[in-house]
């Protein structure tokens, strides 16, 4: 990573203090606002909740298309995307659906581009849906919980270890506020998972001893720079590749089986070590991630688990963990399978889910529901977690060493931009070739 801007939080923060801050709600925070909203706002439903869309993207406007099916009462009443026509397209694509509902109500005023167009539509909303690139999350929560707002987040909510920091520091006023906080993490919302899970806390194979989990993958789109662009918008519309905005495959998509894979054992890592590098996508378009990692992430009980991604054509494509323990394995994937066998090769329990609610629309399903139920969700804490351990196995890969919880979690380095601006110059640039330099192990810092 070439040309980061150090971070100005100074505090250490050991494991113990983490675990601890991270569940208690602090007096005095820096984060000041609004008066809190609150879960009991909406209780009973009468009242129209009204949502924002910052994010207009693929999975912003699909998320929000989910958050109007959820509750007949809702409607989407602001947008906000640092480009016109992504926004266009997003409010196109969900005109065709909600334009007879009466929930599609956002007039021409209401919809704002640029860096700072988020903060206008989370005022005007009830309940706030973060879908931009990842690398911006930390400082829309931080915004939406100053103001009261309920939100739905995608994963993962941080790209560097400051922004994890300031989301956990926003998730302690929101839990003092009542405010009800999904993390996409889809997967504690899908019936396989929630049914293995109770299994496993019924000791159903013992003590997880170890685990493997992938996400391997021929890989996403490259948008291609276009005559005219500056250098920040050409990284801002190709953002799957810079660090910065993305955090790399191993924590924008990984994420995923990571975090179950600290949900299963009930832990998160205390160190991990891996390599990884860049052998198919070395094009230019492909700016500095990796196409492949593999970490192996230790944690405190003992358990080892080996966790592999991979974006690279042509190769073994598997999405999914295994977990073995002391009485028996199991087997899941994101299809809808759950199985769980004894070490004698007895099936203890086989779940097939076809038939399972849609994940993606359940976690929207029981987030409005507790808003109008008066109830409270929060998803930050772990969200927070399963970001940081998948930036820990990034740290690894990128860097070769061996690295600890705690040096991840107080690590200095910030990867985000000192200035928003579309003349101002993002935190990597190319060389006089095009090529941006990739992380090199054994040379590259990461703490």
């Known amino acids: 990573m070439s040309k980061t801007t150090d971070g100005s939080d100074k505090g250490n923060m050991s494991r113990r203090d983490f675990f601890r801050s991270a569940s208690v709600a602090a007096a005095g925070s820096v984060l000041l606002g609004s008066l809190p909203v609150g879960a009991s706002a909406f209780a ?142 889809q997967r504690h919302y899908q019936n396989n998972y929630r049914e293995v899970i109770k299994r496993l806390r019924q000791d159903e194979i013992g003590k997880i001893v170890s685990g493997q989990v992938y996400w391997n993958s021929a890989g996403v789109w490259v948008r291609e720079r276009q005559p005219g662009q500056t250098e920040m ?38 160190s991990a070590q891996g390599m990884g590098g860049r052998q198919v996508r070395i094009g230019k378009e492909y700016g500095e991630i990796f196409d492949h990692h593999f970490v192996e992430f230790t944690y405190p009980g003992g358990a080892v688990v080996a966790s592999q991604c991979r974006h690279q054509p042509d190769t073994m494509s598997r999405v999914s963990e295994f977990f073995q323990g002391t009485k028996g394995t199991v087997d899941t994937d994101g299809g809808g399978k759950g199985i769980i066998r004894g070490w004698n090769g007895a099936t203890l329990y086989d779940h097939r889910g076809d038939s399972d609610p849609n994940p993606y629309q359940q976690e929207h399903d029981e987030l409005f529901a507790a808003i109008r139920k008066g109830e409270v969700i929060d998803d930050t804490e772990n969200g927070a ?8 196995g990034r740290m690894a890969t990128y860097s070769g060493k061996v690295i600890t919880w705690d040096e991840a979690l107080n690590s200095k380095l910030s990867l985000m931009p000192t200035q928003f601006a579309w003349d101002a110059a993002p935190p990597v640039l190319p060389d006089e070739n095009g090529y941006y330099e990739a992380p090199v192990p054994g040379v590259t810092q990461v703490l």
């Open 385 to 392: 977690k399963s970001t940081l351990a998948a930036l820990m």
């Open 44 to 185: 009973g439903g009468s009242d129209t909740l009204k949502i924002a869309l910052v994010g207009c993207g693929g999975r912003g406007t699909g998320a929000a298309s989910q958050a109007l099916s959820a509750d007949e009462g809702t409607q989407l009443v602001a947008m906000a995307d640092a480009f016109r026509d992504r926004l266009d397209e997003s409010y196109n694509g969900l005109s065709k659906r909600y334009a007879d509902t009466g929930q599609l109500n956002v007039p021409e005023e209401h919809k704002f581009t640029g860096f700072d167009g988020y903060k206008k539509a989370i005022a005007l909303a009830d309940v706030v849906i973060l879908a931009t690139p990842p690398g911006f999350r930390p400082i829309h929560f931080e915004e939406a919980v100053r103001a009261g707002k309920h939100v739905f987040m995608e994963k993962p909510v941080a790209t560097d270890a400051p922004g994890v920091r300031k989301v956990l520091e926003a998730g302690k006023l929101a839990k003092q506020k009542k405010l009800n906080v999904v993390v996409g993490l």
């Open 233 to 270: 918008e050409y990284q801002m519309r190709n953002w799957y590749y810079f660090t910065w905005l993305c955090g790399d495959h191993i924590l924008e998509q990984h994420i995923h089986n990571i975090d179950v894979a600290n949900w299963f054992i009930g832990e998160y890592p205390a």
